[in-house]
C-alpha cells in the first residue's frame, strides 16, 4: 500500500483503515441494491459482516482491532502506536495469516535491505497484510458466496429429508 507510505503511524494507520472500509463497502455494493449501509459506522460494518459470513470470521478480530487504533488515534491526542499496540494487532491474525504476513515483512527488508526494522514499518506491512487479504476476499466473494449458498441448500435439503423420514 504505497499510499501509507508516510512517516506519521497516525497517517499510515488513518489511511489503511479508510482503504479497508473502501473494500468492505464494496463487498456490501455487491449484495446491497441500495446504500442504506453507507450510515453505518466501521464497527458496525464489520460486526454486519460478521452477521452475514461475507467475510472469513478470522478477519474479525484484526479489522476490531485495527478499529480501536484507529479510534485512539483520532480521539486521544497522547495516543502513540507502540510496539505492544503492533504485538495486539498481530496476536489477532490467524496462523496461515500471520504466515503471510511474515512471509510480507521478510520480503520488504529484503528489498531494503538497508532500513533497519522498525515499528513504523512493522505496522505498515502489518496493515497492508490485513488489507490485501480483505481484498482477495473481495475479489472471490461471489466464489465464497456460491459455497455458502450451496452449504445451507445441502442442510435444508437434509432437513426436509429428515422431515419426509419423520412422516413417512
Known sequence: MKVTNHEELLVIALRAHLYIEREITSLFKKIYKD??????????????????DIIESERIGPLTKLNKHRNALAHDLDFRILESDFDDLLSTLSKESKKHFEIELEGFYKVNSERERS?????????????????????????????????????????????FEKYD
Open 35 to 52: 446504500e442504506k449501509y453507507n450510515h453505518l459506522s466501521f464497527a458496525q460494518k464489520v460486526d454486519l459482516c460478521k452477521s452475514l
Open 119 to 163: 515499528l513504523k514499518d512493522n505496522y505498515r506491512i502489518l496493515l497492508a497484510a490485513i488489507w490485501s487479504e480483505l481484498k482477495t476476499e473481495n475479489l472471490f466473494f461471489f466464489d465464497h458466496f456460491n459455497l455458502r449458498a450451496k452449504q445451507i441448500l445441502e442442510s435444508e435439503a437434509k432437513n426436509i429429508q429428515e422431515l
